[in-house]
């Protein structure tokens, strides 16, 4: 009786558990904006420079923030410091 409870209890977390991972599945990169990772046309799956590329706005952009961005991933400052 107790091996059929452990195998029900087994069966019902497993359920749970691929529930939640289905509901956990996101399309698109967190870092792009909408349409930007498309797939032909963004097979590095680089993102554009600046705040419009991305998902989130940023509380405040600068010229720094650009530049910053736009040298990415350099390791070489941007040439306007």
């Given at each position: ?35 930007e990772a498309d797939g032909a046309s963004n097979f590095g799956e680089v993102r554009n420079a600046g705040p ?30």
């Amino acid at each position: 009786m107790s091996l059929l409870k452990i195998i029900a209890a087994g069966a019902a977390s497993y359920g749970l558990y691929r529930f939640v991972k289905k509901q956990q599945q996101h399309p698109e990169h967190a870092a792009f904006a909408h349409g930007e990772a498309d797939g032909a046309s963004n097979f590095g799956e680089v993102r554009n420079a600046g705040p419009e590329a991305m998902r989130s706005d940023p509380p405040k952009w600068d010229r720094v923030d650009q530049s910053s961005d736009e040298s990415f991933p350099a390791s070489d400052p941007p040439s306007n410091y």
